[in-house]
Structures are given as structure tokens and as C-alpha cells.
């Protein structure tokens, strides 16, 4: 009954959620309006987006003996993801007002580097509970709430340049928030939690301005309508990559772009509000958006739109760009399904427009996919059939390489599965070793961020650390576990 509303609410006020480009985000947050709660069904033991009483036990006998606590205590040059985020904490102590920043982005504006030690304090305050973190963080959140270029009616339209640098600052901000919530005051936390609604409710409009060009009846779930890139299928004149046989792959269609890396970051933060906050609003947007990428910018094959990216001498920057909106998808995904809400897990489709349409296109699907070329199992190439433009996991020209792979750590704690797992620990045939510091081959940045470990823009403070080789140890979400043991699929 509750989502047959927000359907009815959505389509009521389509025309008001429209906003052009002469459009304010505060006319934007106010295009929403915000409906009642979702009921969520949570596990005994859930804490936080995406922490359970379980989990956080591991951690803290993770940060006391590892694995993941320091430098290759978990196999062949894995990080020491725990020295590192304790390491940043202290730092933060040390200024803690390095660590904010006020708006709003644009013309070289943009808070990309901050946040990271703010969060990473945070996060430590969780483990060892010393409120020297908690105190601190607590500051410098409502230090940067406060600021007037931060206030959401402040901002202009950001459309698809700008905003998403603002977005992965606010989900950390959101993240450390979380992991610090039980220690601030509730007037502090109304003013918090108050910002943030607005902030994703911004994010939200925005997305929904630039994708709404393609299909204005999207959040009623009406795509009858076309707009002209849509419509058109207008294509970028390159394709997704050449075969072994050297036949060529997907043409890309310009739609297939539209749900990119800048928009999946400015989604992310809207989903996870949503779920932070149970707002049913921000969940529509962030399902609408989750569902459309599927359809619009994956191809039945794996391959998506942007590996329009590729270069000769840098086959791998499609997949990196990609890997940016897997990892995306899969946070939304996670902390849905940890509230008892396993939609964005379980959906699959054949939908799609100017050949991204047929085969089973899922979240598994496309991450499963990446990791078939970061194992050798299977073989595509950037602009023509040599070894060179090989799109894997490493580039040869570049002397880089990159760890996208450890993204599929946090939807297999759902998935369970053994494969996966192999990939992204380096177990599996046909998969190399972690770089090794100082080594002939570098790892490769996440983004502008270069902490790669966190994920691109530094999302969790540690991937591994929080997530990796947890399958079979906790089970964070409210259904049964259906797995004995890890799928060997």
C-alpha cells in the first residue's frame, strides 16, 4: 500500500519535481515531497548502514590481531588497511579543522580529498570507543553543517559536471555519522541529520533533472516517453571492445552514458540517506536509478557504456569507470537488503534500448563479468587485438594496477560465493598478486583520492578490512541465511 502511494505521489507531482536549469537547489529540495516511513525489518544485532553487532565484533578482533591489520597479515601484500585508518584518526586529532570544507563545488571548487581522516576517526571511535575520536568528529560535522556555502538552498543546479565531489564528501561525512550517532546530542543530531535529508534530497532532484531529459514519466514508472537521446538512439560511433576473433562488440548508444560515474556517486548518497533516515522518497529515486543503469547502460554481454572510455594505451579505463557505478549499486543493494529489503539484490532484467536489451542483467552479472577479465577467464581488447590492449586489470604502459576487484567483497556477503571470493583475494587461477610497494608495477589510485583500499573516492575506510573473507563468518540480514557454505559458484 505504502509503495502503491509513493507511485501516486511521484506521478502527481511529476511536472513539480521537473526542475530546469535556471532552477535553485532549494526549489529543488522542496520539488519532494516526503512521505511516510518505510517499514523496515531489521536484524537483531543491526547498528548501523552497514555494520551488526556481529560484524563489529570481528573488527575489533581485526584491529587487535588482524587479518587486514597490517601490512600482508592476510596473504601476499594485502593491505594493512587497520594501521592506515589509525594512523589517519591521529592525524585528524591533530587538526581536525583541515577537515572541513565549505562549498558550494565548482570553478576548482570541490571537496574530494576531505572527510577521509574525519571518517577514518570515526570509524575508530567505533572500534575502541575512546570518545577523544567521538568528540572530535562530532565538532567538525556540525562545524560543517553549519557553514553557509554547506546550506542546500545555497547551491546551484549542479547537473552532471559538478556535485558529485560533494557527494562522496557527504557520504563520508554520513558514514562517520553513523558510526558516531550514539554519542551526540539529540538537538545535534536533529540539526545533522536535518542537512543531510536536504543535502540528498538535492542530489536526488538533480539526477532526476538530467535523466528525467530521457524519460520524464521515470519516477511513475512510465517509459512510453522519449526524449531525444532516448528516442534517437544516437550513437558515440565507438564500441565496447573487440573479440578474440576481432569482430567487434557494442556499439555504444549515447543513453547508455547517461547513468555514469558522476550521477551513480550522487545517487549513492541519496539511497544511503534514504535508508539512514527512512525516507521512502529518496529510496524511489535511488531504486529508479538502480534499475535504469541496468537497463540502459549494461549490455547482455557485461560491458557497459562507458568502456566508450577506452584508450590504446589505457585499455583499462572503461572498467574503471564502471567499476566506479558497480560499487555504487552494490552499496545500495547492501544496505537495503540488511533492512529487509532485497529488491536491488534480486533484480534481474532484459530491458533495455539500442542494444543494451536481452540476456539476464543483474548486479552479480555485471560484477561477475569484470572479474572474468581480472581472472584471464575471459578475453576482450581496446581498439584492436593485441596483447597490449588486453582490458584487464593491469596496464603494461601505465605501469599500474588496479584493485576494482576487492568492490565485490561487499555484495558477497549476500552472494557467498566461493568464486567471487577467490578473485578478489587473489586465490583464483588466473589472477596476480596485490602490487608490492615499490615494485615495477604501482597501485593504481581510486579517482583523484589515492587511497585505493577504501574503494574509488574512498568510500569505506577499508574494504577488506570490514568485508573481505567475511562470508561464512556473519550473516547481517534480517532473512535466513540460505547458504550452508560458500557456493562454488
Not at 589517519?88 to 565549505?102: G, I, K, M, R, T
Not at 532484467?349 to 581472472?375: I, N, P, Q
Not at 604502459?397 to 552472494?415: C, E, F, G, T
Request: charged share 20%; aromatic share 12%.
Amino acid at each position: 500500500m505504502i509503495f502503491l502511494l509513493l507511485l501516486l505521489l511521484c506521478f502527481c507531482n511529476q511536472k513539480e519535481n521537473r526542475q530546469g536549469s535556471d532552477k535553485t537547489a532549494e526549489q529543488q529540495t522542496n520539488a519532494i515531497h516526503i512521505a511516510d516511513t518505510v517499514h523496515f525489518k531489521k536484524p537483531d544485532g543491526y547498528l548501523g548502514l552497514h555494520y551488526t553487532r556481529d560484524e563489529l565484533a570481528v573488527w575489533r578482533q581485526r584491529a587487535k590481531k588482524g587479518p587486514y591489520k597490517s601490512f600482508g597479515d592476510a596473504g601476499i601484500n594485502t593491505p594493512g588497511d587497520w594501521d592506515r585508518i589509525q594512523k589517519q584518526a591521529d592525524q585528524f586529532l591533530l587538526n581536525p579543522s583541515a577537515e572541513v570544507w565549505e562549498g558550494p563545488e565548482g570553478q576548482g571548487k570541490s571537496p574530494m580529498t576531505v572527510g577521509i581522516k574525519l571518517r577514518d576517526a570515526a570509524f575508530v571511535y567505533l572500534i575502541k570507543q575512546d570518545t577523544i575520536y567521538s568528540n572530535a568528529v562530532r565538532k567538525a560535522l556540525l562545524s560543517s553543517a553549519s557553514k553557509q556555502g554547506n546550506n542546500p538552498s545555497s547551491w546551484p543546479r549542479f547537473g552532471d559536471t559538478n556535485g558529485w565531489g560533494t557527494a562522496e564528501w557527504l557520504t563520508r561525512l554520513l558514514f562517520a555519522y553513523d558510526y558516531t550517532k550514539e554519542t551526540i546530542p539529540t538537538s545535534d543530531r536533529e540539526t545533522l541529520e536535518d542537512w543531510f535529508r536536504k543535502a540528498a534530497t538535492v542530489m536526488a532532484n538533480n539526477v532526476h533533472d538530467d535523466i528525467y531529459q530521457n524519460f520524464p514519466g521515470r519516477l511513475s514508472g512510465d517509459y512510453s516517453h522519449l526524449g531525444s537521446v532516448a528516442e534517437s538512439g544516437e550513437t558515440k560511433s565507438t564500441y565496447t571492445h573487440i573479440n578474440p576473433d576481432g569482430s567487434k562488440g557494442n556499439m555504444v548508444p549515447r543513453l547508455s552514458i547517461w547513468h555514469n560515474n558522476r550521477r551513480s556517486q550522487q545517487i549513492l548518497f541519496a539511497g544511503l540517506t534514504g535508508v539512514f533516515l527512512n525516507d521512502p522518497n529518496l529510496i524511489h529515486h535511488a531504486k529508479t536509478y538502480y534499475k535504469e543503469f541496468f537497463r540502459y547502460s549494461v549490455f547482455p554481454d557485461g560491458t557497459q557504456g562507458e568502456y566508450y572510455r577506452n584508450e590504446p594505451d589505457y585499455p583499462q579505463k572503461g572498467t574503471i569507470y564502471t567499476t566506479v557505478s558497480m560499487q555504487a549499486m552494490a552499496a545500495l543493494a547492501d544496505v537495503m537488503a540488511r533492512v529487509g529489503d532485497t529488491e536491488l539484490y534480486n533484480y534481474s532484467t532484459s530491458e533495455g534500448m539500442h542494444g543494451t536489451e536481452g540476456g539476464k542483467k543483474s548486479l552479480r552479472m555485471a560484477f561477475e563479468s569484470y572479474l572474468h577479465l581480472v581472472d584471464g577467464s575471459k578475453k576482450i581488447y581496446a581498439i584492436s587485438v593485441k596483447p597490449e590492449h588486453l582490458i584487464n586489470n593491469t596496464s603494461t604502459s601505465k605501469k599500474q594496477h588496479w584493485v576494482h576487484d576487492i568492490y565485490a567483497a561487499v555484495p558477497n556477503l549476500y552472494w557467498q560465493s566461493s568464486y567471487i571470493q577467490h578473485v578478489y583475494t587473489r586465490k583464483a587461477s588466473g589472477t596476480v598478486s596485490y602490487p608490492k610497494p615499490g615494485g615495477n608495477i604501482k597501485l593504481a589510485s581510486a579517482g583523484p583520492i589515492a587511497v585505493p583500499w577504501g574503494g574509488t573516492a574512498a568510500l569505506y575506510p577499508g574494504v577488506l578490512f570490514m568485508f573481505g573473507q567475511m562470508e561464512g563468518k556473519v550473516w547481517p540480514y534480517p532473512e535466513s541465511n540460505p547458504h550452508k557454505k560458500l557456493s562454488s559458484n
